[in-house]
């Protein structure tokens, strides 16, 4: 196996082992967020701040998300996968 390959499969196991916690971190904002904005609640109720501040967090995390799948992808092809 190349140098660049045995790198490639490193950088790969990496990237998919720090994708995991970034996709529970996004499932728990997005629960957090389903619950503050409980269709129940009367609207001058609803905690404006918090639902934008985790709204923005899930945001974040999810570019962070988007970035990392893309280089998985990239180093599947250049693997062959």
């Known amino acids: 196996m190349s140098f660049e390959r ?16 970034i996709d529970l971190a996004i ?26 501040d985790l709204g923005i967090k899930l945001a974040a995390k999810q570019i962070d998300l988007k970035a990392k799948l893309a280089d998985i992808g990239k180093l599947k092809e250049f693997l062959g996968r």
């Open 6 to 21: 045995q790198k490639s499969e490193r950088q790969l196991i990496v990237l998919e082992t720090e994708v995991v916690p």
């Open 27 to 52: 499932a728990g904002y997005r629960d957090s967020l389903r619950d503050l904005l409980d269709p129940l609640l009367p609207t001058n109720q609803l905690q404006a701040k918090v639902i934008v």
